[in-house]
C-alpha cells in the first residue's frame, strides 16, 4: 500500500529537551567521539563555549524523546518492519551547548514512490531551535518504506 500524498504538509507534533551534559557525554562515547571538546567542560571553556557543545549529529535524536517517536509513521499506515533510513542532512545555523533547551519541529515536505510503488520516499524536514527561537540547524530525513506488494 503506498503512502497518500495528502500528508504532505503535515506538522508533527513539536519536540523540547533541555541538553544535559551527561548525555552529551555518552552521546559522543557512542558515536566514539574523543575529542575532549565534547566530554570535558574546562576543554570545552578552554576552546571558547561557555559548556560542552552539542555534537553534530544529536540533534538528530532529540526527536527521539518523544513518548512515541514513530507514531506519525504508523498514522501514516506504514509498517515499521520495512522502513529504512535512507538519508540524514543538517544545516548548522549555530552551536548549541548543554544547557540550551532545544526544540525541533518538523513537517513532512515530500512523499513519492519509486520502482513501480515497490518503495515510498517521506521526506521530513525539521527546523531545530532555542527556547528564544534562535535557529540552531535544519534536517532533512528521508525515510525510505518498501511496500510487500507494490511494484517491482
Given at each position: 500500500?503506498?503512502?497518500?500524498?495528502?500528508?504532505?504538509?503535515t506538522e508533527?507534533?513539536p519536540?523540547?529537551?533541555?541538553?544535559?551534559?551527561?548525555?552529551?557525554?555518552?552521546?559522543?562515547?557512542a558515536?566514539?567521539?574523543?575529542?575532549?571538546?565534547?566530554?570535558?567542560?574546562?576543554?570545552?571553556?578552554?576552546?571558547?563555549?561557555?559548556?560542552?557543545?552539542?555534537?553534530?549529529?544529536?540533534?538528530?535524536?532529540?526527536?527521539?524523546?518523544?513518548?512515541?517517536?514513530?507514531?506519525?509513521?504508523?498514522d501514516?499506515?506504514?509498517?515499521?518492519?520495512?522502513?529504512?533510513?535512507?538519508?540524514?542532512?543538517?544545516?548548522?545555523?549555530?552551536?548549541?551547548?548543554?544547557?540550551?533547551?532545544?526544540?525541533?519541529?518538523?513537517t513532512?515536505?515530500?512523499?513519492?514512490?519509486k520502482?513501480?510503488?515497490?518503495?515510498?520516499?517521506v521526506?521530513?524536514?525539521?527546523?531545530?531551535?532555542?527556547a528564544?527561537?534562535?535557529?540552531?540547524?535544519?534536517?532533512?530525513?528521508?525515510?525510505?518504506?518498501?511496500?510487500?506488494?507494490?511494484?517491482?
Open positions: 500500500m503506498s503512502i497518500d500524498p495528502a500528508a504532505i504538509g508533527l507534533e519536540v523540547a529537551i533541555t541538553v544535559d551534559a551527561a548525555r552529551l557525554r555518552f552521546f559522543a562515547k558515536i566514539g567521539e574523543t575529542n575532549p571538546v565534547y566530554i570535558d567542560t574546562d576543554a570545552a571553556q578552554a576552546a571558547g563555549h561557555p559548556d560542552l557543545p552539542v555534537p553534530p549529529t544529536f540533534l538528530f535524536s532529540i526527536e527521539l524523546d518523544s513518548p512515541d517517536p514513530f507514531a506519525w509513521m504508523s501514516l499506515g506504514v509498517d515499521l518492519r520495512f522502513v529504512l533510513h535512507g538519508e540524514q542532512i543538517f544545516t548548522y545555523h549555530s552551536t548549541a551547548h548543554a544547557g540550551d533547551t532545544l526544540t525541533a519541529r518538523s513532512i515536505t515530500d512523499i513519492y514512490s520502482k513501480g510503488g515497490a518503495l515510498d520516499f521526506v521530513k524536514d525539521t527546523a531545530v531551535t532555542r528564544d527561537g534562535s535557529a540552531v540547524a535544519d534536517l532533512r530525513a528521508v525515510l525510505v518504506v518498501r511496500n510487500p506488494g507494490g511494484g517491482q
